[in-house]
Antibody
Framework: EVQLVESGGGLVQPGRSLRLSCAAS????????MHWVRQAPGKGLEWVSG????????RYADFVKGRFTISRDNAKNSLYLQMNSLTTEDTALYYC????????WGQGTLVVVSS | QAGLTQPPSVSKDLRQTATLTCTGN????????AAWLQQHQGHPPTLLSY???NRPSGISERLSASRSGNTASLTITGLQPEDEADYYC???????????FGGGTKLTVL
């Protein structure tokens, strides 16, 4: 079964950091680009960042540039998102998504930024 | 980053046809098309249509996607109660080198 499982979310104070992880299984992870997409409570989907199978072509949405870093470890079938200088506007459910087709989504991990 | 434009809500009667639209520009929808995703309340999104308008396996034949110029469309025929959901379009913007979502359309089946 193709599966993506996110972890690492939680409650964090403004200005602090958090690292999200995504464990992939059921497909050849190193063959595919991967993405992070977020959804604030009651709001729409918002693309955050993505990278190619070999970690090339890293792209970020304007609102996270300089604060978030996406990475992957193909040996561990894992995707990561290091989030620094968090603000209350980063509060959202963060999804890990497979490929540029966006064909498989995890259940998401909730990040709440609050003092 | 400007997103894609979708009507916030559409309401249609049971067994009728709904057409959802997604408007972008020549750098995104008009360039490589748009994918469509469905999201039921409390669940992650599900891919309904690739950017080439093909359906993934397991997606109902009642759904079809198309594109005309800078506008992508998702047509759902024979509306069923389970079609009531939020629908999002998604495209690659070749000018900005980012992926952009539409704001989503809430489809209500009456």
């Amino acid at each position: 079964e193709v599966q993506l499982v996110e972890s690492g979310g939680g409650l964090v104070q403004p200005g602090r950091s958090l690292r999200l992880s995504c464990a992939a299984s059921g497909f050849t992870f190193h063959d595919h680009a991967m993405h992070w997409v977020r959804q604030a409570p009651g709001k729409g989907l918002e693309w955050v960042s993505g990278l190619r199978w070999n970690s090339d072509g890293i792209r970020y949405a304007d609102f996270v540039k300089g604060r978030f870093t996406i990475s992957r470890d193909n040996a561990k079938n894992s995707l990561y998102l290091q989030m620094n200088s968090l603000t209350t506007e980063d509060t959202a459910l963060y999804y890990c998504v497979k490929s540029d087709a966006f064909d498989i989504w995890g259940q998401g991990t909730l990040v709440v930024v609050s003092s | 980053q400007a997103g894609l434009t979708q009507p916030p809500s559409v309401s249609k009667d049971l067994r009728q046809t709904a057409t959802l639209t997604c408007t972008g520009n020549s750098n995104n929808v008009g360039n490589q098309g748009a994918a469509w995703l469905q999201q039921h309340q409390g669940h992650p999104p599900t891919l309904l249509s690739y950017r080439n308008n093909n359906r993934p396996s397991g997606i109902s034949e009642r759904l079809s996607a198309s594109r005309s110029g800078n506008t992508a469309s998702l047509t759902i025929t024979g509306l069923q109660p389970e079609d009531e959901a939020d629908y999002y379009c998604l495209a690659w913007d070749s000018s900005l080198s980012v992926w952009v979502f539409g704001g989503g359309t809430k489809l209500t089946v009456l």
